[in-house]
């Protein structure tokens, strides 16, 4: 089955402390993306790879890392998360980045006290 | 750069009512257009899309027509059922641009 898989889905901790959340998609997409949604303020892009070792930022980078060293891999990283950073995150894969339909995974809520 | 302008929400309907919901958009070139869904506690799903003025994507009873003169792409039901209850976005993507660019949503209550 196509899919985004994200993990974890639910995730709460304290300031400071380094975290991951790990984004996989099986349909050898070369283009993938993070989003965070927020009430009021709809989605909004945090980074996205065009392909392998490509990666650049979308509008709200601030404390946020990424990397891809795997086509399949996409992981967001926050190195000194903060409770601003408190939202709910969405992982998104296209076949490329231009005029095609993005594939969604199911989410990742976290919460920094 | 592109953006994409959708009606500020709650809809709330009775089930069976007719449901629009608008969406203008600015780009330069030739995007494609989009409607995803994202029903509680999940992620986005597309729900139908169309790529070149004038087609008219459809799914599941929603359509929505492509309309490059009016740069508009208004999602509508004849007939909306409970299960439709919802948040929508509409988005685009391409248009001289790489970067996918989505609405705020608009969410849809639907009452029996």
């Known amino acids: 089955e196509a899919q985004v898989t994200q993990n974890p889905r639910y995730l709460i901790t304290v300031t400071g402390k380094k975290l991951t959340v790990t984004c996989s998609q099986n349909m050898n997409h070369e283009y993938m993306s993070w989003y965070r949604q927020d009430p009021g303020l709809g989605l909004r892009q945090i980074y996205y790879?065009?392909?392998?070792?490509?990666?650049d930022k979308g509008d709200v980078p601030e404390g946020y890392k990424v990397s891809r060293k795997e086509k399949r891999n996409f992981p967001l990283i926050l190195e000194s998360p903060s409770p601003n950073q408190t939202s709910l995150y969405f992982c998104a894969s296209s076949l490329s980045g231009r005029n095609q339909p993005q594939h969604f995974g199911d989410g990742t809520r976290l919460s920094i006290l | 750069g592109n953006s994409v302008t959708q009606m500020e929400g709650p809809v709330t309907l009775s089930e069976e009512a007719f449901l629009t919901i608008n969406c203008t958009y600015t780009a330069t070139g030739y995007p494609s257009l989009f409607w995803y869904v994202q029903y509680p506690g999940e992620g986005l799903q597309l729900l139908l899309k169309?790529?070149?003025?004038?087609d008219k994507g459809s799914n599941k009873g929603f359509e929505a027509t492509y309309r490059k003169e009016t740069t508009s792409f208004h999602l509508e039901k004849g007939s909306v059922q409970v299960s439709d209850s919802a948040v929508y976005f509409c988005a685009l993507s391409g248009g001289g641009s790489y970067i996918p660019t989505f609405g705020r949503g608009t969410s849809l209550i639907v009452h029996p």
């Open positions: 169309a790529t070149k003025a004038d």
């Open positions: 790879s065009m392909n392998v070792e490509v990666t």
